[in-house]
């Protein structure tokens, strides 16, 4: 129990998630908005998601049964989820929070979470050009079992080789399954406002300390052969 709850302590600190509670000041009144339950939730793969709802207090009076509620959980699928709450007061002015859910497989025990190294290997293909580029840094966070976050699928080269900084780092979300394979969930460019077209080939090699992709991107495929530190 007490590893659920630091799992959704630290998940809500990468999120940046609303306050669970909001209060909107107008010609109308004062809403008082909260979530019910937790802001991000962890569903068990194979059970389903079980909706906690929320509250909402509106001139004193209870509006709850009023907020539309967005976004369905497929707890037979692995993956993150965002689950909306849209409040309209009589005056049409909306107020919105947000939920996330994850689902995850208990039974990955493997842990490929730590620091890495693009090693020998790592590359982009531009138009026929090959850049090799071992040497980078790339952070790997476990989230859930099976579920962990990439600092950088493209392994540093725009971050850290061209120096752009972290914001043109391409981060995101994998699943790794119980045959050490790896399946994008998520992945986004803050800078860019895109994200992968596309991971492919991707795996781990627990034994050896080892994770490997490839990341089309932007008309480009990178190569990234990652070592642990």
Known sequence: MKQIKYLILFISTIFFFTSCEKETEGVSGIISFKL??????????????????CEVIYRGENASKTVQITGNVNGQVVGLYA?????????????????????????????ISGKYITATGTHRLRGGVRTDY?????????????????????????????????AYATSGYIQLKSDNSITLLSSSNTAWKDGLTSLTEASCSPNNNTVTWKADYAGMLFTVVLNKK
């Open 36 to 53: 019910l339950g937790e802001e991000t939730m962890l569903v068990r793969l194979g059970t389903s998601y079980q909706e906690p709802g």
């Open 83 to 111: 689950v909306d709450y849209t409040y309209t007061n009589p005056d049409g002015i909306k107020t919105t929070l947000s939920r996330k859910v994850i689902v995850a497989d208990p039974t990955v025990t493997t842990d």
């Open 134 to 166: 071992p040497g980078f840094n790339v952070t790997i966070t476990k989230i859930a079992p099976g579920f962990f976050q990439i600092s950088d699928f493209l392994g540093g080269y725009y971050d850290q080789r061209a120096s752009y900084g972290p």
